[in-house]
């Protein structure tokens, strides 16, 4: 009877084999931990709290003494968790401005009989606990009717059109691990002026 060594096993990995296996696998490690760090860094930095408005207004030409509008920037969620968002700065850019208009933001602390302002010339009609911004400021973004809501009010200062197209809001999110940075909100609100 005779045996044959090594019949009905594999042979074993040469030592060239298994460093080259490790290096692979080390290799695909670290592309998935930079992948992981990358997606992270850019969670961490694009903040996506708040959701574009989807609507836009437009006013037929006022005097100019009557032609301020105030539109609303962020509205209070529909649905969700609450939270408390810290907005460390605000900035509006126009597609079209030659009515030479100026911006300023404004937080309305809603009370339980309130509803979000869409377009108003007079936003103390609409919000009773309109405070100014200044930055930073704390801002509950809650669910209606329990929250604030962030508005513009675009303030011509000669004849013409201000098309208001987008606002950037820095913030930062406590609640997420500290997420900050910057979200464009696109609006379409025009104001015109006679």
Not at 17 to 41: C, E, K, P, Q, S
Request: aromatic content about 8%.
């Amino acid at each position: 009877m005779s045996v044959i060594a090594g019949a009905g096993s594999a042979p074993s990995p040469r030592p060239a084999d298994r460093r080259r296996l490790r290096r692979l696998l080390a290799g695909f490690l670290a592309v998935v931990v930079v992948a992981a760090g990358i997606a992270a860094v850019h969670w961490w930095t694009h903040p996506k709290a708040f959701r574009d408005l989807g609507a836009s207004y437009g006013t037929q030409p006022l005097p100019v003494a009557d032609a301020a509008l105030s539109t609303a920037v962020i509205y209070p969620q529909t649905s969700g968790s609450p939270e408390v968002v810290k907005i460390e700065g605000l900035d509006a850019t126009f597609s079209t401005n030659t009515a030479k208009a100026g911006v300023t933001f404004s937080i309305c602390h809603m009370a339980a009989d309130e509803d979000p302002i869409g377009a108003v010339f007079e936003p103390q009609s609409t919000c009773g606990d309109i405070e100014p911004f200044e930055a930073p400021a704390r801002f509950n973004h809650g669910v209606d009717p329990n929250s604030d809501y962030l508005f513009v009010t675009i303030t011509p200062t000669r004849a013409g059109v201000a098309r208001l197209s987008s606002i950037d809001v820095d913030y930062r999110r406590p609640e997420h691990f500290h997420q900050r940075g910057t979200q464009s909100i696109q609006v379409g609100d025009e104001v015109n002026a006679r």
